[in-house]
């Protein structure tokens, strides 16, 4: 029992604010989004990322996944689900680039068209604490429908690191 907590006291404690060697990450988004035609349509997105990371020398690699729901208007939404690559660098203050693909359906009045979806972008975390990142991110968007659906987001993250 006591080599148990040993380990779990030395696997508990990082040596630096932010050199938490994770594997695990947990992050959710507050965005505003805004399309790029003519409209200019404004709206609020949330989002959900699921993430593992992985040392790679002077950079993190994260694999991750994604849920993501923004709304347009009344009758103008999109849902996605991706895949993905960040990679991270950085102690205290963490810049970041990410691109993923996967699946959207864009639900517009009474049609829902489902389609390729596309996002890249960056990010960049503050860890004050270890275990915890806040953050801003922007990404441009792009669903493969007829005519093509292209969005800004910004927003903000919060991150749990295990």
């Known amino acids: 029992m006591a ?31 805004f399309k ?13 990322r699921l993430g593992l990371g992985f040392d790679a020398g002077s950079v993190r690699v994260v694999p991750e996944g994604m849920f993501e729901w923004d709304r347009f208007g009344e009758d103008d939404t999109v849902i996605r ?38 996002d890249v972008g960056t990010a960049l975390d503050f860890t004050a604490i270890p275990y915890l990142k806040l953050g801003v991110q922007a990404a441009y968007n792009w669903l493969e429908v007829d005519p093509v659906l292209q969005f800004i987001t910004f927003g903000a993250h919060l991150t749990f690191l295990f």
Not at 7 to 16: I, S
Not at 36 to 48: K, N, V
């Open 3 to 33: 080599s148990l907590a040993g380990v779990l006291l030395v696997a508990g404690t990082p040596e630096r604010a932010h050199a938490v060697d994770f594997d695990l990450m947990i992050s959710g988004d507050v965005n505003g989004v």
């Open 81 to 118: 689900i991706l895949g993905g690559l960040r990679i991270m660098a950085g102690d205290v203050f963490e810049p970041s680039i990410f691109a993923h693909v996967g699946w959207g359906r864009h639900n517009f009045k009474d049609s829902d068209d489902d389609a390729v979806a596309i």
């Open 36 to 48: 790029t035609d003519a409209d200019r349509d404004l709206g609020i997105g949330i989002a959900g």
